[in-house]
């Protein structure tokens, strides 16, 4: 039985594409896929693909993931892998930075930051675990209408933390080789912060643009998912504090 292949749109009759190589069987995301094959194969696979993911990723991100979903899967680097790669290289630089995040922060919220920079760095893969699922279930809220399912949520916004570990990563290159304080604080707060966010709306933008009829209903929504998020990791961000404040 012939198909259409959904990375390069020839007709294939094979299990193959003779044309690029995908799979035939390529299909949805579903829990099941995503558990037995991106996770499965993520972490004990390293697929090719990695340069092109990353100038897609920076370059056209939203439309790029969204055609990766849709089954153009066969030029893209694992993010199971990716993100596995990210944390190994920033756990391997911590020991050769002399400052802490949580240095750049002004002393009436330090005793926070220090607490809950010490859980994010202890267990970046946890946190991943956390705040991947979360950015997934208020992307799917605000964009029903683009009729992704869960899973295929998961698989965009964990390319999406793809992006802001890369970014985070650079900042935590400068960290090493760079030690003015104030310096530092106008970058994080006045750059690199600022330049996530808009990194992600962006992002949610490119995504679901073709689903909606108007420019000014994307960037709403997609600054709504941003903005969710933001308030929920400022209610954590409480929750450490009133934490803090019960130890004294």
């Not at 930051?113 to 991943?128: A, R, W």
């Not at 916004?157 to 310096?183: G, H, Q, R």
Request: net charge positive; proline share 3%.
């Amino acid at each position: 039985m012939s198909s259409s292949c959904l990375n390069c749109t020839k007709l294939t009759t094979e299990k193959y594409c003779p044309n690029c190589g995908q799979k035939a069987s390529t299909h949805r995301y579903s829990i099941q896929h995503f558990i037995e094959h991106d996770f499965i194969h993520g972490v004990f696979h390293v697929d090719k693909g990695i340069l092109f993911t990353l100038k897609e990723l920076f370059t056209r991100p939203g439309h790029s993931i969204r055609e990766y979903i849709q089954g153009k899967r066969a030029t893209h680097f694992s993010f199971i892998t990716f993100l596995l790669l990210i944390i190994t290289i920033t756990a391997l630089m911590a020991p050769y930075s002399r400052l802490r995040i949580s240095d750049l922060i002004p002393v009436s919220s330090k005793a926070v930051m220090n607490s809950f920079e010490t859980f994010t760095t202890q267990y970046p893969k946890v946190m991943l675990a956390i705040t991947i699922p979360i950015n997934s279930l208020f992307s799917y809220l605000w964009f029903r209408k683009a009729k992704f399912n869960y899973s295929e949520h998961l698989v965009a916004n964990s390319y999406k933390a793809v992006a802001e570990l890369i970014i985070s990563l650079l900042f935590a290159v400068l960290m090493i080789v760079y030690t003015n304080i104030k310096v530092l604080m106008v970058i994080y707060f006045g750059v690199m912060t600022p330049l996530i966010y808009i990194y992600d709306i962006w992002y949610y933008y490119q995504m679901f643009s073709i689903y909606y009829k108007t420019k000014k209903e994307v960037f709403l929504r997609s600054f709504m998912v941003v903005f969710s998020y933001t308030m929920l990791i400022v209610f954590i961000g409480m929750f450490f504090g009133i934490m803090e404040a019960l130890k004294k």
